[in-house]
């Protein structure tokens, strides 16, 4: 997995406008506006890629610092050049914070790709603070079947295309409806929230509930 990130990280991007049809950033600008941070907010950018999160909370929130975390070096120093300021290799499901560090934990397309989701989920409950927030846009399993297998279908072929146009590898990109096919839907993800000690959970569904964009507050 981390050699797949290593490999597509210049191209990821130009790949994440194409697989949400240009709509990822207006999901994510929603996703930091109604967090509505406090002033001087600590923010983590888990999962960081290239950094979307943290340059959004720069930008939408004055005040706002932020720290990218990825386990990908290569995305981090791609993060560095566009910007963003603090970073650090980690793991998810280690991270290197103490307890009820931040304000709010972003996560954007990560959770699918952590090997355990509940021991993740229970990693960034426990370096939020009380009352902290966290933000998690990703793809999710459509909650009727026969949308479910198309989705899963015109992911996987539009993995293909984009794979053999831009590295000559049919295969790079599939394991985004790999991993989303073993993943839950909106409403099951909403629920593990519940379960893991977070009081309030909302959630906005986009493509058919193929995409869920969630705020989740620490109890
Ligand atoms: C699909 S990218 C998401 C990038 C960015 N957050 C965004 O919204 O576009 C997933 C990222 O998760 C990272 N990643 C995968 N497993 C991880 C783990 N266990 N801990 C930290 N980062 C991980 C990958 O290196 C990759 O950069």
Redesign the pocket.
């Known amino acids: ?2 050699n797949m ?1 290593r490999t597509i990280a210049p191209r990821y991007d130009f790949i ?1 406008r194409a697989f949400s049809y240009g709509m990822d950033k207006s999901w994510k600008r929603l996703g930091v506006a109604r967090a509505r941070l406090p002033k001087a907010a600590l923010v983590l950018d ?4 290239t950094g ?2 943290s340059l959004l909370v720069g930008k939408q929130c004055p005040g706002a610092r932020s720290v990218a ?4 070096e290569r ?1 981090l120093v791609l993060a560095m050049e566009r910007g963003v300021e603090r970073a650090a290799c ?4 280690a991270l290197p914070f103490a307890d009820g560090t931040f304000d709010g934990v972003f996560v ?3 959770l699918r ?2 090997p355990d989701l509940a021991e993740a989920v229970r990693e960034i409950e426990r370096v939020t603070r009380p009352g902290g927030l966290l933000v998690s ?1 990703d793809f999710f399993l459509p909650a009727n079947r026969m949308l479910r297998r198309l989705y899963l279908a015109y992911l996987y072929a539009q993995g293909v295309f984009w794979g053999y146009v831009l590295h000559g590898r049919p295969r790079i990109y599939t394991y985004i409806p790999d991993s989303l096919a073993s993943f839950i839907s909106i409403d099951d993800f909403s629920s593990l929230l519940r379960r893991s000690g977070y009081a309030s959970v909302d959630a906005r569904r986009y493509l058919m509930g193929g995409i869920g964009l969630h705020w989740a507050a620490k109890a």
Request: proline letters at 0%.
């Open positions: 997995m981390r990130f994440t888990l999962a960081s890629g979307d999160f975390v990825d386990i990908t995305m980690g793991d998810a499901g954007g397309y990560g790709n952590f846009l």
